[in-house]
């Protein structure tokens, strides 16, 4: 059974920093750095993707929205994902979720699609207030 668990959130101001985290578990993790991503929905919008990182180079992807203001890294233990969020706004407030795909590689994927990803966490509040 994979379970992604997310911690991290809460409420920041405007201009600040929150950093998340997600630990996959389960077999199919076990010592292998699978591609995982971030996500996030906002009341009333639909799931969109914030970041991502492959598995065989450690590879990131990042929306425009985020660029330069967020980083993706891995842990040493290359089943932790991290979101380090700065210069935060209030249109970043949403519930940021971590996914993961169970193919070692996004081979053909789009990995900014929701479709994409197999596994997904419970999902952690940020909210930015002005």
């Known amino acids: 059974q994979v379970k992604l668990v997310e911690s991290g959130g809460g409420l920041v101001q405007a201009g600040g920093s929150l950093s998340l985290s997600c630990a996959a578990s389960?077999?199919?993790?076990?010592?292998?750095?699978?591609?995982m991503s971030w996500f996030r929905q906002a009341p009333g919008k639909e799931r969109e993707f914030v970041a991502a990182v492959s598995s065989s180079v450690g590879s990131t992807f990042y929306a425009d929205s985020v660029k330069g203001r967020f980083t993706i890294s891995r842990g040493s233990a290359m089943t932790t994902v991290y979101l380090q969020m700065s210069k935060l706004q209030p249109e970043d407030t949403a519930v940021y979720y971590c996914?993961?795909?169970?193919?070692?590689?996004?081979?053909?994927?789009?990995?900014?699609?929701?479709?994409?990803?197999?596994?997904w966490g419970q999902g952690t509040q940020v909210t930015v207030s002005f």
């Open positions: 389960g077999r199919t993790f076990s010592n292998y750095p699978y591609p």
């Open positions: 996914a993961a795909i169970r193919a070692p590689h996004y081979g053909a994927r789009n990995y900014d699609t929701a479709q994409t990803y197999d596994y």
